[in-house]
């Protein structure tokens, strides 16, 4: 599996920095709010997991399931709900907790199906962000933790083909493994 990887771009120690930097935002910003965060299955289990340890303020957590209808390296913006919230959003402020923005496709899906559910407010936290790759206009980070170039890049929840996701690093993966 470690040969497979060309180069790390984030650490563990590196990681843990970003996450703890925005868990102190997040929790000056939602002091005396509701917060409810929506972690999208399967890239941000991670990331959800220490994020939320990173928060200093009590909130409630909710996962959804979704799959893009895509190939293995590139969304189609069709989304199929595969498991959904259990949590009523009403009166809830709504941080939705991304691995990636990549064209933005999923996001601006998930984002519209939840704001049709009335919070109180909804916001997007992501690990990572490809500026260069966004597809649609209506999406952006609230909260993002570093931006990547176009390269994909997998490990710390991220998968290519379901692979990777245990890494502790980020990485950006070799392209002769999803180019044979
Ligand atoms: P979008 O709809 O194109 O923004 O795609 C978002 C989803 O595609 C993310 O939640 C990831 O599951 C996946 N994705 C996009 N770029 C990468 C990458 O570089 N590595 C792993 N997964 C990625
Ligand atoms: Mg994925």
């Given at each position: 599996?470690?040969?497979?990887?060309?180069?790390?771009?984030?650490?563990?120690?590196?990681?843990?920095s970003?996450?703890?930097?925005?868990?102190?935002?997040?929790?000056?910003?939602?002091?005396?709010?509701?917060?409810?965060?929506?972690?999208?299955?399967?890239?941000?289990?991670?990331?959800?997991?220490?994020?939320m340890r990173?928060i200093?303020?009590?909130c409630?957590?909710?996962?959804?399931?979704?799959?893009?209808?895509?190939?293995?390296?590139?969304?189609?913006?069709?989304?199929?709900?595969?498991?959904?919230?259990?949590?009523?959003?009403?009166?809830?402020?709504?941080?939705?907790?991304?691995?990636?923005?990549?064209?933005?496709?999923?996001?601006?899906?998930?984002?519209?199906?939840?704001?049709?559910?009335?919070?109180?407010s909804?916001?997007?936290?992501?690990?990572?962000?490809?500026?260069?790759?966004?597809?649609?206009?209506?999406?952006?980070?609230?909260?993002?933790g570093?931006?990547?170039?176009?390269?994909?890049?997998?490990?710390?929840?991220?998968?290519?083909d379901e692979?990777?996701?245990?890494?502790?690093?980020?990485g950006?993966?070799?392209?002769?493994?999803?180019?044979?």
């Amino acid at each position: 599996m470690l040969n497979d990887i060309e180069k790390v771009y984030y650490s563990e120690e590196k990681l843990k920095s970003i996450v703890d930097g925005l868990g102190r935002q997040i929790s000056d910003d939602y002091k005396g709010k509701n917060l409810l965060l929506v972690s999208v299955l399967k890239g941000s289990v991670i990331f959800m997991a220490d994020l939320m340890r990173a928060i200093t303020i009590p909130c409630a957590i909710d996962f959804m399931c979704v799959s893009s209808y895509s190939n293995k390296t590139e969304s189609s913006g069709v989304v199929k709900i595969i498991k959904d919230l259990d949590i009523n959003l009403e009166g809830y402020d709504v941080l939705i907790v991304e691995d990636i923005l990549d064209s933005g496709k999923t996001l601006s899906y998930i984002r519209k199906l939840l704001l049709g559910r009335n919070p109180n407010s909804i916001k997007i936290c992501t690990l990572l962000d490809k500026p260069e790759r966004r597809a649609v206009d209506d999406i952006w980070a609230d909260y993002s933790g570093a931006e990547v170039p176009d390269e994909f890049v997998v490990g710390y929840g991220l998968d290519y083909d379901e692979k990777y996701r245990n890494l502790p690093y980020i990485g950006v993966l070799k392209r002769s493994i999803y180019e044979k």
